[in-house]
Protein backbone atom coordinates (compact mmCIF):
# COMPACT_ATOMS: atom_id res chain seq x y z
CA UNK A 1 0.00 0.00 0.00
CA UNK A 2 2.93 2.75 0.88
CA UNK A 3 4.29 1.74 -2.67
CA UNK A 4 1.52 2.34 -4.62
CA UNK A 5 1.11 5.87 -2.77
CA UNK A 6 4.45 6.50 -3.36
CA UNK A 7 4.19 5.84 -6.73
CA UNK A 8 0.81 7.74 -7.27
CA UNK A 9 2.63 10.66 -5.72
CA UNK A 10 5.66 10.53 -8.04
CA UNK A 11 4.01 9.96 -10.99
CA UNK A 12 1.44 12.71 -10.41
CA UNK A 13 4.55 15.25 -9.73
CA UNK A 14 6.25 14.17 -13.06
CA UNK A 15 2.77 14.78 -15.05
CA UNK A 16 2.63 18.39 -13.05
CA UNK A 17 5.86 19.35 -13.37
CA UNK A 18 5.81 20.75 -16.85
CA UNK A 19 2.15 22.52 -16.48
CA UNK A 20 4.07 24.60 -13.29
CA UNK A 21 6.81 25.43 -15.75
CA UNK A 22 4.10 26.46 -18.47
CA UNK A 23 2.74 28.16 -15.70
CA UNK A 24 5.57 29.70 -13.92
CA UNK A 25 7.71 31.14 -17.51
CA UNK A 26 3.87 33.29 -18.34
CA UNK A 27 4.04 35.37 -15.00
CA UNK A 28 4.30 38.90 -14.94
CA UNK A 29 7.02 40.33 -12.67
CA UNK A 30 4.39 42.45 -10.78
CA UNK A 31 6.42 44.73 -9.02
CA UNK A 32 7.22 45.96 -12.59
CA UNK A 33 10.92 46.39 -12.11
CA UNK A 34 13.76 44.22 -11.18
CA UNK A 35 16.03 46.78 -9.07
CA UNK A 36 15.93 46.82 -5.31
CA UNK A 37 16.00 50.19 -4.88
CA UNK A 38 13.41 51.35 -6.86
CA UNK A 39 11.63 48.53 -4.39
CA UNK A 40 12.64 50.45 -1.44
CA UNK A 41 11.90 53.85 -3.07
CA UNK A 42 8.44 52.55 -3.34
CA UNK A 43 7.69 51.19 -0.37
CA UNK A 44 9.25 54.10 1.80
CA UNK A 45 6.76 56.32 -0.34
CA UNK A 46 3.85 54.25 0.43
CA UNK A 47 4.69 54.10 4.33
CA UNK A 48 5.31 57.94 3.99
CA UNK A 49 1.81 58.29 2.50
CA UNK A 50 0.18 56.58 5.08
CA UNK A 51 2.08 58.50 7.95
CA UNK A 52 0.82 61.60 6.23
CA UNK A 53 -2.55 60.21 5.78
CA UNK A 54 -2.45 59.85 10.10
CA UNK A 55 -0.86 63.43 10.51
CA UNK A 56 -4.05 64.28 9.02
CA UNK A 57 -6.46 62.15 10.98
CA UNK A 58 -4.82 64.16 14.18
CA UNK A 59 -5.69 67.22 13.00
CA UNK A 60 -8.81 66.65 12.38
CA UNK A 61 -8.77 64.62 16.12
CA UNK A 62 -7.66 67.86 17.90
CA UNK A 63 -9.39 69.95 16.31
CA UNK A 64 -12.26 68.29 17.17
CA UNK A 65 -11.18 67.80 20.92
CA UNK A 66 -10.83 71.63 20.66
CA UNK A 67 -13.95 72.48 19.55
CA UNK A 68 -16.20 69.49 21.89
CA UNK A 69 -14.14 71.37 24.66
CA UNK A 70 -16.78 73.32 26.42
CA UNK A 71 -14.42 75.65 27.69
CA UNK A 72 -12.80 73.11 29.53
CA UNK A 73 -9.37 74.52 29.76
CA UNK A 74 -8.05 71.06 30.36
CA UNK A 75 -9.49 70.15 27.02
CA UNK A 76 -8.61 72.72 24.97
CA UNK A 77 -4.97 72.23 26.03
CA UNK A 78 -5.14 68.60 25.01
CA UNK A 79 -6.05 69.34 21.87
CA UNK A 80 -3.91 72.52 21.45
CA UNK A 81 -1.37 70.09 22.38
CA UNK A 82 -2.51 66.77 19.96
CA UNK A 83 -2.55 69.94 16.93
CA UNK A 84 1.25 71.20 17.83
CA UNK A 85 2.17 67.76 17.93
CA UNK A 86 0.60 67.01 14.72
CA UNK A 87 2.50 69.91 12.98
CA UNK A 88 5.27 68.61 14.25
CA UNK A 89 4.96 65.13 13.44
CA UNK A 90 3.95 66.38 9.72
CA UNK A 91 7.32 68.63 9.51
CA UNK A 92 9.32 65.71 10.38
CA UNK A 93 7.39 63.55 7.40
CA UNK A 94 8.10 66.00 5.04
CA UNK A 95 12.05 66.37 5.63
CA UNK A 96 11.66 62.88 5.83
CA UNK A 97 9.95 62.49 2.13
CA UNK A 98 12.74 64.53 1.44
CA UNK A 99 15.86 62.99 2.58
CA UNK A 100 14.47 60.03 1.03
CA UNK A 101 13.78 61.47 -1.97
CA UNK A 102 17.37 63.30 -2.29
CA UNK A 103 18.89 59.48 -1.73
CA UNK A 104 16.95 57.71 -4.00
CA UNK A 105 17.85 59.36 -6.32
CA UNK A 106 21.36 59.44 -5.78
CA UNK A 107 21.12 55.40 -5.84
CA UNK A 108 19.06 55.21 -9.12
CA UNK A 109 20.77 57.22 -11.20
Given at each position: ?????????I????????????????????L??????????????????????????????????????????????????????????????????????????????
Open positions: MKHLKKTLLSAYVWMLPLTTLAATKLDNPGTTSPQIVIGRIVRALLGVSGALALLMFVYGGMLWIISGGSAEKIKKGKDTLVWATFGLAIIFMAYTLVEFVIKAFAG
